[in-house]
């Protein structure tokens, strides 16, 4: 039987504790490594989006005001890219580009890039007129009806801001994003891969309201298509829209 | 409280063993932080720190509770007990820096206050997969916050030691929901078989390591009749300058034997109901074995100029046998030691 005696405030512990004690740290320090190891590599890989933080870039081109704020970059040969235009923070950028539908202009922000998906935070305050002249865009076309099974996630968090951008995890997230209207995207996985369509809403706030409690989970949604230049939207109304899918 | 005044205050060993804390911890961080930037380049650091922080303050608070059930086990282990507390506030620093980033990244710069929006935008408490798992987590913050709080003896002296203790029985509620924070959070967003298994292993660990050294003092507490005097032990079975643990009458008592004398005190240290059957005469006292409060073995009083007091028992010794009247004597009053010698013959 050992008779080892420990009191923490001796300046030595006996020799026997002392080899337990060490044995105990090493295998504790061994034990967390491999935890920190087997944690790493087992949890799920990040989406490909890009938010590129912290660089500052200037963009022009003509904005859209409806159905979502979004900015038709000029390019030098070829059709303007569309850029999905965003604010600050859990905010969207409607208040930002009220009154402006196809005016020219220069603003700063930041870019986030998924796949096709460019989206530009707006730096308040940065939006400056280019030339007086204002070219309307085209109208808005109606493709019929149409329904999709996916995830409600904000399209600012899922295109690149946040890693995870969408799932449970995120929902709290994605619900204050929804809120502060940031633009709604149904992400619909396909066998090809994974489409996104922006949501808009027919009957304007209220329902608005209603997509947040919607997000994060599988949903099926039902609504009209519309197209409006490139982009193409999924009109939602309130009646008969959703259902959750398992 | 003896020479524990020492106690409170830094030591060698207490440095040497927050060194170790602050080392473990630091090397586990950069692991996870490295290893996740390499395995997987687009995940942006935000979410690496906030999984750090959160998967280390969950390895810190299943640790702190394994170290008292394994000390009842194995007395070897003590030494991890005397410095235990500073473990739960390192947890606490962690769990801390977890719900904090938590709070910026998934909160921060919408509509409401980042604290009000953690209680209000999920409140399906009814479902599983959507259940608000965030407020689970910041309950167990406050706890692990609470308990940090009033981790020093001062609080201890301040709120008495009963309440101090049931204060910091919340640490079982506490890892409960954490538990459940990681199981309906994390977990229903991750898909890799191997991350619930290690949860479940490391519940099953706590509670077998609980239910183990619970076993065995209730075995040793198998109880003896509520007579005058009850023959505990023979004097043999206690080994010199040691004590050995019975209960009497439902309490337990701490029997010691030292020059060839044997004195019965309160099992129970007066600092933080430490088991004084466990701990050793040291320079004629009993010496606690978790943090090293010092006590008289006869009158059951700390030395000069502290002030804590035990219980004592009457004890005789007859024919090799040490007998121990099961009522207390009130703490601090001193019986006459029996003697071996006069016993044995
Ligand atoms: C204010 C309090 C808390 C908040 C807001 C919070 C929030 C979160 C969030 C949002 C996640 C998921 C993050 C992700 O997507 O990876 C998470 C996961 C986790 N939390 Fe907490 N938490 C809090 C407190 C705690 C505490 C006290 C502990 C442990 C002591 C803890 C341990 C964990 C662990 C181990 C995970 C899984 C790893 C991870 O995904 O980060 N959390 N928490
Ligand atoms: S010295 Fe802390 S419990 Fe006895």
């Known amino acids: 039987m050992i008779d080892d005696f420990y009191i923490g405030y001796e300046p030595r512990m006996p020799d026997g504790l002392s080899r337990m004690l060490r044995a105990t740290a090493v295998s504790l320090a061994m034990l967390s490594l491999v935890t920190a190891g087997v944690l790493v590599w087992a949890q799920e890989r990040s989406s490909p989006g890009t938010f590129h933080y912290g660089e500052l870039r200037s963009f022009s081109g003509r904005i859209v005001e409806h159905p979502l704020p979004g900015l038709e970059v000029a390019r030098e040969s070829g059709q303007p890219v569309w850029h999905w235009l965003v604010g600050p923070g859990k905010h969207g950028a409607a208040r930002l580009v009220a009154g402006l539908d196809g005016r020219h202009v220069r603003l700063s922000g930041t870019l986030v890039e998924r796949g096709d998906d460019r989206m530009i935070e707006v730096v308040p305050d940065s939006i400056t007129d280019v030339s007086a002249e204002r070219t309307p865009g085209p109208p808005i076309e109606n493709l019929g009806a149409a329904m999709f099974d996916g995830e409600i996630v904000d399209s600012k968090c899922y295109l690149g801001v946040m890693k995870p951008g969408q799932g449970p995890t995120h929902r709290d997230c994605a619900v204050r994003c929804l809120l502060g209207q940031v633009p709604a995207m149904l992400v619909v996985r396909e066998s090809k891969g994974v489409k996104r369509i922006a949501l808009i809403v027919s009957d304007g706030e209220s329902f608005q309201r209603m997509l947040p409690a919607l997000a994060g989970r599988p949903i099926r949604l039902y609504g009209t298509l519309m197209v409006r230049g490139e982009q193409s939207f999924l009109s939602l109304s309130p009646i008969d829209s959703r259902s959750p899918v398992r | ?176 929901l954490v538990v459940a924070h990681i199981a309906l959070g994390a977990l229903q967003a991750e898909r890799h078989v191997i991350l619930p298994v290690m949860l479940l292993v490391s519940v099953t660990v706590t509670l077998t390591l609980h239910g183990l050294a619970a076993r065995g003092e209730r075995s040793a507490d198998a109880d003896r009749a509520n007579a005058t005097f009850v023959d505990v032990c023979g004097v043999e079975e206690i080994r010199e300058g040691r004590g050995k643990t019975v209960c009497l009458a439902g309490e337990r008592v701490a029997v010691f034997r030292y020059d060839g004398k044997v004195s019965a005190v309160s099992n129970v240290c007066r600092h933080q109901n430490g088991p004084l059957g466990e701990g050793k005469i040291v320079g004629g006292c009993i010496v606690c074995p978790w943090h090293g409060y010092e006590y008289e073995p006869s009158s059951g009083r700390a030395p000069a100029p502290f002030t804590e007091r035990l219980p004592t028992f009457d004890v005789r010794v007859e024919r090799g046998r040490v007998l121990v009247r099961p009522t207390p004597r009130p703490a601090g009053t001193f019986v006459e030691p029996a003697l071996v010698e006069r016993g044995i013959s």
């Open chain 2, 1 to 176: 409280m003896s020479t524990s005044y020492k106690a409170v205050g830094w030591n060698r060993q207490k440095r040497r063993y927050d060194a170790v804390i602050a080392a473990g911890v630091a090397v586990y961080l950069a692991l996870f932080v490295a290893g996740s930037i390499l395995h997987d380049p687009d995940s942006t650091i935000e979410t690496v720190l906030i999984r750090a922080f959160g998967t280390a303050a969950c390895l810190t608070l299943t640790i702190v509770l394994a170290i008292g059930p394994l000390c009842r086990l194995d007395r070897r282990f003590l030494p991890l007990l005397y410095n235990r507390r500073h473990l739960g506030v390192a947890t606490c620093l962690l769990a801390l820096a977890h719900g904090t980033f938590a709070i910026v990244q998934f909160h921060a710069l919408g509509d409401v206050n980042p604290l009000v929006s953690v209680l209000v935008t999920s409140t399906d408490y009814r479902s599983l997969t959507d259940f608000p798992y965030q407020q689970l987590g910041l309950l167990a913050l406050l706890i692990l916050a609470l308990m940090a709080a009033t981790s020093h003896d001062f609080w201890l002296r301040v709120l008495s030691a009963p309440v101090w203790k049931s204060l910091h029985m919340l640490v079982y509620l506490a890892y409960s």
